[in-house]
């Protein structure tokens, strides 16, 4: 059975936009003066979006202005937003920021499909308008000139109605987050014929579009949902629950156009590594699924994808005869690009720049753009010939932070020399005196040991002393991972904790085990994402595949085994159970969090709200660009 096929589009060549979407038709605001939308006063026009790096995305929702300020109230913190529909003017828009403890509602016109604020620059979809403005505070002002801060989109639970309905399909392995039509041909240019994958419609928001590589160019296909039903379509023939419904029946049956004739396939599925933040779990759950074909979860063929790096990038150094007694793994040998050189080398044989230890740089730019204040150092667990190098980095680095994820022995093992002194005494190594004036044992939930505070001082000739904070995790075995991840988070607080009272936050934090690169990894990689999500908020998009491959091209073998890597989804989505709680439950209630991938402690979903009396008409019909590229 085939379905005529009415809604194709292109993609703006500066791939800023949908073309051929108009807005959306929307609720009417309450009239009381609390939902009036505010006066904004025009400013200059001093930015450039077409200059901006990180695109906002999860910020629509189709709700009432009432609606709007519950949830803003309920979830949502100074200077969190969201954007919705009006039904006043049907092509418009509306943001509502929460602002202390009141929420502002600001129209966003429509003009000649270029949105506005009150005549203030002009933007092509609603994603990049929200983009100016958060990265250009000063250019949203009332006419009392009070600033209007747009933080980031406010992160509403799942369990919410409206946002099930905009946001339930992007845990799907088959849905790209936050890319615009032009970077998905992009993607698609390397695949095969009938690859396609599913976005969000820039233009449209709330709608979503497939982008499908023919045997000619690559044509965008608009998935309507028909506002009476809540059904999904392509704009003819059937209608489905669900959009998965949907791409599932045009996998087995082409969709035809209804002019040209033409026919159109969805064959090659080209999955996404990228997912909200609190979407996480049902990802998780979609990516255990076991794949018969393979024989494989989706978890294991995911790592297995991740670039190991290890052909193209030189290893030298760490090769040479006289540097290979100081690795403690023949095979674990940092990058040459990337590795620590010790700029004060003694005179006597065997004595060189070497150790093994890499800088770990967060990028801020495409394709992740991670936000991220710290630089790490990962290194391997010292050995007895390596202490005075350990302590020449950490001195030449400026380090204040020093991480340790494993103990000294393990299964009857060394796994890291000891390298600082008992509680309240000093050891004197190379040029450097250390003295341990603190050591707290800090227990678990279980009353287990689980990692040991230390405060160290050290000092260097007449230079002035500097203190240090060790923090030991002892409950991570080798080549495994905890069994509870809510330990690996208290721990992380601690280090945060650490790092935010040094007196020179821009020193990179040492990080090790005992080979430096899969506990070592699991942590570096979970305290990024972490950041992240921190800082965007819990809807934000994160890339766990991509974020280990950006780890892994600056040492190599990071995140080691597959367990580690589950481990870092299983971390993320337990930060997210802790995080998800309505502001009114109290924070006693809001600590009770368990280890399980199931969402606890939340109360009942409200009932869904009223469906409007005005349905929301079709958007007009889009076109096929056989051109754009």
């Given at each position: ?207 979503y579009a497939i982008t499908v590589k023919t045997d ?69 759950s979609l990516l255990q699924h076991l794949d018969p ?327 007009a019909q889009a076109y096929v660009n056989e051109n754009?590229?």
């Amino acid at each position: 059975m085939t379905a005529s096929l009415w809604d194709f589009y292109p993609v703006d060549r500066q791939g800023l936009a949908d073309k051929g979407e108009p807005a959306q038709r929307g609720l009417r605001l309450r009239q009381d003066r609390k939902n009036e939308p505010t006066k904004l006063k025009p400013q200059d026009n001093q930015g450039r979006h077409d200059d901006m790096s990180y695109r906002p995305c999860n910020f629509f929702y189709n709700v009432t202005g009432e609606e709007a300020e519950r949830l803003l109230k309920e979830y949502g913190v100074d200077g969190e937003f969201l954007a919705r529909p009006s039904e006043s003017h049907p092509r418009n828009f509306t943001l509502s920021i929460v602002r202390g403890e009141s929420v502002t509602h600001i129209k966003i016109h429509n003009k000649d499909d270029m949105l506005n604020l009150c005549g203030g620059e002009s933007f092509p979809s609603l994603s990049d308008l929200v983009q100016f403005y958060m990265e250009n505070p000063d250019q949203l002002q009332e006419k009392n000139g009070g600033t209007i801060v747009l933080r980031r989109p406010v992160s509403i639970p799942l369990s919410e109605p409206a946002a099930k309905e905009v946001r339930e399909p992007t845990a799907q392995r088959w849905f790209h987050a936050n890319i615009t039509g032009a970077e998905a041909v992009q993607l698609l240019s390397k695949e095969k014929q009938w690859a396609f994958l599913v976005r969000e419609s820039q233009r449209q928001p709330g709608y979503y579009a497939i982008t499908v590589k023919t045997d000619e160019n690559v044509v965008h296909i608009l998935i309507r949902r028909n506002s009476a039903t809540g059904m999904y379509h392509v704009g003819g023939g059937d209608e489905f629950r669900s959009v998965s419904d949907l791409l599932e029946h045009y996998n087995n049956n082409p969709m035809v156009e209804e002019n040209s004739q033409r026919v159109v396939h969805l064959i090659n599925l080209v999955p996404s590594t990228c997912v909200p933040a609190d979407a996480i779990e049902a990802r998780i759950s979609l990516l255990q699924h076991l794949d018969p074909n393979t024989n494989k979860t989706g978890l294991a063929e995911e790592f297995e994808k991740v670039p190991t790096n290890e052909s193209y990038l030189s290893k030298r150094e760490g090769k040479r005869d006289v540097n290979v007694n100081k690795n403690r793994y023949k095979n674990i040998v940092p990058y040459d690009h990337t590795r620590v050189v010790l700029k004060e080398v003694g005179q006597n044989p065997g004595d060189t720049d070497y150790i093994n230890a890499n800088y770990i740089r967060i990028p801020g730019g495409p394709p992740l753009y991670l936000l991220s204040d710290k630089v790490y150092i990962s290194t391997q667990g010292c050995l007895p010939h390596t202490v005075v190098d350990f302590w020449k980095m950490v001195w030449q680095e400026n380090c204040r932070v020093i991480v340790m994820t494993t103990k000294e022995i393990e299964r009857a093992k060394s796994k890291c020399e000891r390298y600082w002194p008992d509680l309240n005494f000093e050891r004197k190594i190379g040029l450097l005196l250390i003295k341990n004036v603190e050591e707290i044992v800090v227990k678990n939930d279980v009353n287990e040991d689980s990692y040991i505070k230390r405060k160290l001082v050290v000092t260097n000739g007449d230079s002035p002393p500097r203190e240090l904070s060790h923090l030991q995790f002892v409950s991570w075995p080798d080549l495994g991972c905890p069994d509870h991840p809510e330990h690996v988070l208290d721990f992380l607080d601690a280090v945060d904790d650490a790092w935010e009272k040094t007196p020179n936050p821009k020193s990179p934090i040492v990080v090790h085990c005992s080979a430096g690169i899969g506990r070592t990894g699991t942590f570096i990689v979970i305290d990024v994402l972490l950041n992240q999500i921190k800082k965007r908020g819990r809807s934000c998009p994160i890339d766990i595949p991509k974020t280990v491959e950006c780890i892994r091209g600056q040492r190599s073998g990071m995140v080691q085994t597959e367990a580690q890597y589950c481990f870092l989804y299983k971390a993320i989505c337990c930060y997210i159970q802790r995080t998800c709680k309505r502001r009114i439950i109290s924070s006693t209630n809001s600590s009770n969090s368990n280890s399980s991938l199931t969402l606890t402690g939340l109360p009942s979903a409200p009932p869904v709200p009223p469906r409007r009396q005005n349905a929301i008409p079709h958007p007009a019909q889009a076109y096929v660009n056989e051109n754009d590229k």
